[in-house]
């Protein structure tokens, strides 16, 4: 109970809120007009004069309800049991109803200690009206229950507003991951293709001057369709600038991997079952996976001669397993650090599937994925 009261009292308050705007202005105006007409048409109202100048006088603090919500519920209600008190009875001005708002926006919009504060010269209000005579039980039991549920719709929707921003986060923070699995997939796989035909070049330099400017050729085109890609996302980002919506890529797509010009060890791709019939978020996902499991296989298996990629549709799921022939102690340095695993790990179970990755009993490296057919988590 300590606990929960202790994180009551620190509550902050909720950021940004909402500036002054018209509307609130013409709310002013409007309740002044009718504080004034009430008391001219009401002929049982008592201390007339004062009801209507203290009701209208207040009538202000309504502008800084959301920023100085301690504030002005102080001066409302405190001025409010002054004039109880100078009188000896009530304000009986049904006008006055519209301190509700401001039970209201103390709840809504201000910190843990401003509620506490705030709630207590409320109700210490009510107190006054007992200790008057001109408030019995029952009315203090009422006006206790209004004031209450002012105070919870503003809180329900102060906790609602903060599950939207907490809801908000966890989509920016998916998204801020989902670009840097594009990102890695994409942009890396380029560049580990340049990396390796430099170092083939730079071999081949002295003794075959031809294989060099082949190098240089390949590496040109890999630089060009890196950024392609990191052009698209640039402009995806910049939501003002147009956005040239190229296909998502597909599982047909990956005999590229095994074109003739890639440097590394060759490719073998073998696709089998209905690939085409795929949603495009599984398609893509089986692509990026692939051409991941590629490019770690061409940056890290020595003495690799060839790698298998092979797809297998049915009518449940899709079955993706990348392997290589690689030697098996050196197929993957120990203690690497990389996001290129867990990214495939994360981009499968998006999808409700699993992707797993270990060196095989002999030689090489295996990478075996399952996704639904279907594209939804079960």
């Known amino acids: 109970m300590h606990d929960l009261l202790r994180s009551v009292w620190d509550e902050p308050r909720p950021p940004n809120p909402p500036p002054r705007r018209w509307l609130d202005w013409a709310l002013v105006g409007a309740l002044g007009v009718a504080a004034v007409l009430e008391g001219v048409l009401r002929p049982d109202l008592p201390w007339r004069a004062v009801s209507v100048v203290v009701v209208v006088g207040i009538l202000p603090t309504l502008l800084w309800r959301r920023t100085r919500p301690l504030l002005m519920v102080a001066i409302a209600f405190g001025t409010c049991a002054a004039a109880s008190l100078v009188v000896g009875g009530d ?208 940056r890290h298996a020595r003495r690799a001669t060839r790698i298998e990629v092979r797809v297998a549709v049915d009518d449940t799921s899709v079955h993706l397993r990348v392997s290589d022939d690689g030697d098996t102690a050196l197929t993957r340095p120990a203690g690497s650090s990389g996001f290129g695993l867990i990214g495939m790990i994360e981009r499968a179970d998006l999808l409700g599937g699993t992707c797993e990755a270990g060196p095989d009993p002999d030689r090489g490296w295996t990478v075996t994925a399952v996704l639904p057919r279907t594209g939804t988590p079960a």
């Open 91 to 298: 304000l009986a001005l049904n006008t006055a109803a519209y301190l509700l708002l401001l039970q209201y926006s103390l709840l809504r919009w201000g910190s843990g200690r401003d509620a506490v504060v705030g709630s207590s010269i409320v109700f210490g209000k009510l107190l006054v009206g007992i200790i008057l005579g001109y408030m019995s039980p029952a009315d203090l039991i009422a006006g206790f229950g209004i004031l209450s549920a002012a105070g919870a719709l503003g809180a329900a929707l102060r906790y609602r507003a903060r599950a939207r921003m907490r809801e908000l986060d966890q989509v920016k923070l998916l998204e801020r991951e989902r670009l840097a699995r594009d990102l890695h997939d994409t942009v890396a796989h380029h560049v580990s293709a340049m990396a390796i035909r430099a170092q083939a070049g730079l071999a081949m330099a002295a003794s075959q001057p031809n294989a060099a400017i082949e190098a240089l050729t390949l590496i040109e085109s890999e630089a060009s369709r890196a950024l392609t890609e990191m052009r698209g996302m640039v402009r995806v980002l910049r939501r003002n600038q147009p956005v040239e919506l190229a296909p998502s890529p597909r599982v047909s797509d990956l005999e590229l991997l095994a074109g003739p010009a890639r440097p590394g060890p060759a490719v073998e791709v073998e696709i089998t079952g209905a690939a085409d019939d795929l949603p495009p978020p599984v398609g893509a996902a089986i692509y990026r996976l692939a051409q991941e499991s590629v490019t770690n296989a061409r």
